[in-house]
T-cell receptor, first 116, second 112 residues
Framework: SAVISQKPSRDICQRGTSLTIQCQVD?????MFWYRQQPGQSLTLIAT?????????ESGFVIDKFPISRPNLTFSTLTVSNMSPEDSSIYLC?????????????FGAGTRLSVL | SQQGEEDPQALSIQEGENATMNCSYK?????LQWYRQNSGRGLVHLIL?????REKHSGRLRVTLDTSKKSSSLLITASRAADTASYFC????????????FGAGTRLAVHP
């Protein structure tokens, strides 16, 4: 398993600004993921954060809007850029520990973002 | 598009009753997992069932998998108020690289 610290836990932001969300893991992990959960909805994968290379984005998500960094095996950031009210969601990071062929993911507590 | 669809969307029961949630998916999977989310917080892994398994138990949880129908069910027996949460199925696709596709979720409310 893994302990994941995600910051901030919540924020209220103005339209047009950007917010960077941090995800810190207590051990080195191979796979890190970023999800968006819109109000009352399920989780949608934004991207896979790859250590030492660019993130792999899912259809409908682009790097200019959601730049991701992963400088090492325990840390990643997701930036929500040029925010609009439609970006109001919970953003979650998750990890897979080791070479877990079961694909079990461990999640941070999430960042609840409100854009005014 | 989402791989898994779940029903019911919402379920309200009394403590002590059983709760059953269903999940359907569209393509071949490596395994299927169930997660719980309390009040918009992070998800917690509950149970995993592999594609070659038909039933799995963990405490008060029972999961079934029917690959011919591409469906799964989660049964929570003798429910408690603390079971109140949203429950999501997630499928790990065959040949995937740890990516999970989450279903729409079922909101369970257990009343004392």
């Amino acid at each position: 398993s893994a302990v994941i610290s995600q910051k901030p836990s919540r924020d209220i932001c103005q339209r047009g600004t950007s917010l960077t969300i941090q995800c810190q893991v207590d051990s080195q992990v191979t796979m890190m993921f970023w999800y968006r959960q819109q109000p009352g909805q399920s989780l949608t994968l934004i991207a896979t954060a790859n250590q030492g290379s660019e993130a792999t984005y899912e259809s409908g998500f682009v790097i200019d809007k959601f730049p991701i960094s992963r400088p090492n095996l325990t840390f990643s950031t997701l930036t929500v850029s040029n925010m609009s009210p439609e970006d109001s969601s919970i953003y979650l990071c998750s990890v897979v520990v080791g070479r877990d062929a079961k694909n079990i993911q461990y999640f941070g507590a999430g960042t609840r973002l409100s854009v005014l | 598009s989402q791989q898994g669809e779940e029903d019911p969307q919402a379920l309200s029961i009394q403590e002590g009753e059983n709760a059953t949630m269903n999940c359907s998916y569209k393509t071949s999977i490596n395994n299927l997992q169930w997660y719980r989310q309390n009040s918009g917080r992070g998800l917690v892994h509950l149970i995993l069932i592999r594609s070659n398994e038909r039933e799995k138990h963990s405490g008060r949880l029972r999961v079934t998998l029917d690959t011919s129908k591409k469906s799964s069910s989660l049964l929570i027996t003798a429910s408690r108020a603390a079971d109140t949460a949203s429950y999501f199925c997630a499928t790990a696709l065959s040949g995937g690289y740890n990516k999970l596709i989450f279903g729409a979720g079922t909101r369970l409310a257990v009343h004392p």
